[in-house]
């Protein structure tokens, strides 16, 4: 759980035109579904019929803050602070298995239209696919490359415009069972994100890096081992503001790794470490920490919680490094076969560093409420019911805000 026809479009003011990023993106994404469809045609004669599952959805969705405004803040204009809105999309996940080998692809597309504030209507689309591989039962890993493109959130923003964000990414792993109970493992990876608005291209980001890990894993005691990822971060368009700025920002985190099965229905993972940034931002070390328990609580009652600390670059808001505290607890009740409820309840920490030279830092303070119900009324198609409250606190009077919403909608699986 996640966060009527238009009327007349709005203009967007002349310090929100738009920055359009170069095509090389979507001529790697279709370059690379190309050769997805290239692989599978070419799997060998005793591979398994390419599966394909689809499923298509509707909702109705009513915010009372759907601008992010802080209280006694109207928006102005023909905008309204509350709005309705109708969503359609679309997810398909497909795979085809040969041997050890295994190839997918996953993708969604979601279109949104609003009553009110026709200026936020957008379309969200990801793709994803790749090959899970395996040499012998010993050594396996996994090749994907993905795009999305999203509307970013306008409590980030704190502008009322439309900002399309699009994001390329692709990760390879590797790891190979050795002398019984050791277990190397090698990944490489690089991310490129891009913002539609000149006014948030200095925010566009490309990263890319190498993650090492030595594990010493035993049934019965589950794994541990040490954990090092260097990452090369650049902004590309900032030395255009800035001809002083050197856009090569290098970041070091190193992390002790445990995971351990505490009952035959719970395990736990924990993670700590340190962060060490360099390059134009020579900042650190941070102490960085993550640690997650999954419980089967009962037959029916299930649990996830998440805490943790993490450094990374920020892709949306204009500052050197973002630091983020966050706990998270996801609650499933299955009441029958064809019934279930959930719930969620997230707190977030977070501070923008360097934030803009008279503010300094900018830190957001969160709470996220999540309630939903489902029922699977046929074999293929689930009624689903959501509300979501969502409350933040900011040394940043703009970005302090409520917001509550209400979700119907139903999905069909074919």
């Given at each position: 759980?996640?966060?009527?026809?238009?009327?007349?479009?709005?203009?967007?003011?002349?310090?929100?035109?738009?920055?359009?990023?170069?095509?090389?993106?979507?001529?790697?994404?279709?370059?690379?579904?190309?050769?997805?469809?290239?692989?599978?045609?070419?799997?060998?004669?005793?591979a398994?019929?390419?599966?394909l599952?689809?499923?298509?959805?509707?909702?109705?969705?009513?915010?009372?803050?759907?601008?992010?405004?802080?209280?006694?803040?109207?928006?102005?204009g023909?905008?309204?602070?509350?709005?309705?809105?109708?969503t359609y999309?679309?997810?398909?996940?497909?795979?085809?298995?040969?041997g050890l080998?295994?190839?997918?692809?996953?993708?969604?597309?979601?279109?949104?239209?609003?009553?009110?504030?026709?200026?936020?209507?957008?379309?969200?689309?990801?793709?994803?696919?790749g090959?899970?591989?395996?040499v012998?039962?010993?050594?396996?890993?996994?090749?994907?490359?993905?795009?999305?493109e999203?509307?970013?959130?306008?409590?980030?923003?704190?502008?009322?415009?439309?900002?399309?964000q699009?994001?390329?990414?692709?990760?390879?792993?590797?790891?190979?069972?050795?002398a019984?109970?050791?277990?190397?493992?090698?990944?490489?990876?690089?991310?490129?994100?891009?913002?539609e608005?000149?006014?948030?291209?200095?925010?566009?980001?490309?990263?890319?890096?190498?993650?090492?890990?030595?594990l010493?894993?035993?049934?019965?005691?589950?794994a541990?081992?040490?954990?090092?990822?260097?990452?090369?971060?650049?902004y590309?368009?900032?030395a255009?503001?800035?001809?002083?700025?050197?856009?090569?920002?290098t970041?070091?985190?190193?992390?002790?790794?445990?995971r351990?099965r505490?009952?035959?229905k719970?395990?736990?993972?924990?993670?700590?470490?340190?962060?060490?940034?360099?390059?134009a931002?020579?900042?650190?070390?941070?102490?960085i920490?993550?640690?997650?328990?999954?419980?089967?609580?009962?037959?029916?009652?299930a649990?996830?919680?998440?805490?943790?600390?993490?450094?990374?670059?920020?892709?949306v808001?204009?500052?050197?490094?973002?630091?983020?505290?966050?706990?998270?607890?996801?609650?499933?009740?299955?009441?029958?076969?064809?019934v279930?409820?959930?719930?969620?309840?997230?707190?977030?920490?977070?501070t923008?560093?360097?934030?803009?030279?008279v503010?300094?830092?900018?830190?957001?303070?969160?709470?996220?409420?999540?309630?939903?119900?489902?029922?699977?009324?046929?074999?293929?198609i689930?009624?689903?019911?959501?509300?979501?409250?969502?409350?933040?606190?900011?040394?940043?009077?703009?970005?302090?805000?409520?917001?509550?919403?209400?979700?119907?909608?139903?999905?069909?699986?074919?």
């Amino acid at each position: 759980m996640r966060f009527g026809p238009p009327v007349a479009r709005h203009c967007l003011p002349p310090s929100s035109a738009p920055h359009q990023p170069d095509s090389r993106s979507r001529r790697r994404l279709a370059a690379g579904t190309a050769g997805l469809a290239v692989l599978l045609a070419a799997a060998p004669a005793g591979a398994q019929v390419f599966e394909l599952d689809a499923t298509a959805s509707t909702k109705l969705e009513a915010q009372d803050n759907v601008l992010r405004l802080p209280d006694g803040v109207e928006p102005g204009g023909d905008r309204s602070k509350s709005d309705f809105s109708h969503t359609y999309g679309l997810d398909v996940n497909g795979a085809a298995n040969f041997g050890l080998q295994r190839l997918f692809v996953d993708g969604s597309v979601e279109r949104t239209m609003y009553v009110e504030n026709d200026l936020l209507d957008r379309t969200n689309s990801s793709v994803e696919g790749g090959l899970e591989w395996s040499v012998t039962t010993a050594c396996n890993g996994v090749v994907k490359a993905g795009y999305s493109e999203r509307q970013t959130d306008l409590s980030e923003l704190l502008e009322i415009v439309s900002n399309t964000q699009t994001t390329t990414s692709f990760r390879a792993e590797a790891g190979c069972r050795i002398a019984a109970y050791y277990r190397p493992e090698v990944a490489v990876f690089a991310r490129k994100t891009e913002n539609e608005l000149e006014s948030r291209a200095l925010a566009d980001v490309e990263e890319r890096g190498i993650t090492g890990r030595f594990l010493y894993v035993r049934p019965e005691f589950s794994a541990a081992g040490v954990e090092v990822t260097y990452t090369q971060r650049e902004y590309p368009n900032r030395a255009r503001v800035d001809p002083s700025f050197t856009d090569d920002v290098t970041q070091i985190d190193t992390k002790l790794l445990l995971r351990r099965r505490l009952t035959g229905k719970a395990e736990a993972e924990f993670g700590v470490g340190a962060s060490q940034l360099g390059g134009a931002i020579d900042a650190g070390p941070y102490v960085i920490y993550n640690a997650q328990l999954t419980w089967d609580i009962t037959p029916i009652l299930a649990m996830t919680a998440n805490v943790g600390r993490a450094v990374s670059g920020s892709d949306v808001v204009v500052s050197d490094l973002r630091v983020d505290h966050f706990g998270i607890i996801d609650l499933t009740y299955t009441l029958s076969p064809k019934v279930d409820l959930t719930g969620e309840i997230a707190y977030f920490d977070r501070t923008y560093e360097n934030y803009s030279p008279v503010v300094g830092d900018r830190t957001d303070q969160a709470l996220e409420l999540e309630l939903g119900a489902g029922w699977e009324a046929y074999d293929n198609i689930r009624l689903f019911a959501e509300y979501g409250y969502k409350t933040q606190d900011s040394n940043i009077e703009r970005a302090q805000f409520d917001a509550h919403r209400v979700t119907t909608g139903l999905a069909i699986s074919f």
